[in-house]
């Protein structure tokens, strides 16, 4: 089966958007995934085809009806067998290892939110899995639904040039990559490493460990306390 992402969003015009062009986009034209953007909107029931109203309570804007978009995931997937995602601040974050879940799959139903969010009903009725893509608020789901699916896409079988060139960058082990450098040699009085030049490819992957290391010491320590406690926990595992 070939991998597949099936968007719910108010503007379907926006896909595939970015996934259209380069190594997504390249994939998507020769099949070796495929999108679905629907339009919540076509699942609307009244004569303005609304699909919010205001929040029960009170309070700023508007909310996304349960009803409506129910009948929208219902119309789109009736199996249960693809995961199905809601874009949210409020998610679970997404990480490389999710990503890589999500790519092994069937390839997920994706709700985008808009406006103050959707009705909390929904979420549990049809077993909504919440995903933010980082500590801040966008104004609707699917630019993290794009960042969720451009993830994802580069990962499947065949779509990048290596198939190693997935294995070894940053999140992979955990850690931060290594500084990249290419040609030329000198560039503004700045030399590339002797050691990448030097053709050993054991001290060349000794370094690039040590300042993938260096680099995510220094700059996120919850990733190296992450490592950290994992080593320990392997320790723990062989000890005893
Ligand atoms: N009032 C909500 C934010 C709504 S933003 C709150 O405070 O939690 C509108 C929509 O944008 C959301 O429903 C969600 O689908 C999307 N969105 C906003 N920020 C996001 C993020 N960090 N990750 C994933 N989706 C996000």
Redesign the pocket.
């Known amino acids: 089966m070939t991998w597949r992402a099936t968007v719910l969003t108010l503007f379907p015009e926006m896909f595939p958007g970015p996934l259209g062009v380069s190594l997504a986009g390249k994939a998507l034209a020769s099949g070796l995934w495929r999108l679905e953007a629907r339009d919540i909107r076509d699942s609307a029931t009244d004569r303005h085809r609304s699909v919010d109203d205001t929040p029960a309570g009170g309070g700023p804007g508007m909310v996304l009806r349960a009803d409506v978009l129910a009948a929208a995931i219902d119309a789109a997937e009736p199996a249960l067998d693809r995961p199905r995602l809601l874009?949210?601040?409020?998610?679970r974050p997404l990480t490389q290892s999710l990503v890589a879940e999500l790519a092994a799959g069937p390839g997920p139903l994706i709700v985008?939110?808009?406006?103050?969010?959707?009705d909390q009903r929904v979420i549990e009725a049809r077993g909504l899995q919440e995903?933010?893509?980082?500590d801040?608020?966008?104004?609707?789901?699917e630019i993290?639904a794009m960042a969720l699916i451009d993830a994802c896409v580069r990962l499947l079988p065949g779509v990048m040039g290596k198939p190693a060139s997935g294995a070894d960058e940053s999140f992979s082990a955990g850690l931060l990559e290594y500084p990249q450098f290419t040609r030329p040699q000198a560039f503004e009085g700045r030399t590339i490493p002797d050691i990448l030049t030097s053709g050993d490819h054991a001290k060349i992957a000794a370094w690039r460990r040590a300042e993938a290391e260096a680099l995510t010491r220094l700059r996120r320590p919850d990733l190296w306390a992450a490592i950290a406690a994992g080593q320990k926990a392997a320790k723990g595992t062989t000890d005893g």
């Open positions: 874009m949210s601040p409020r998610g985008c939110g808009r406006f103050e969010g959707v995903i933010s893509i980082g801040y608020v966008l104004s609707g789901g993290a």
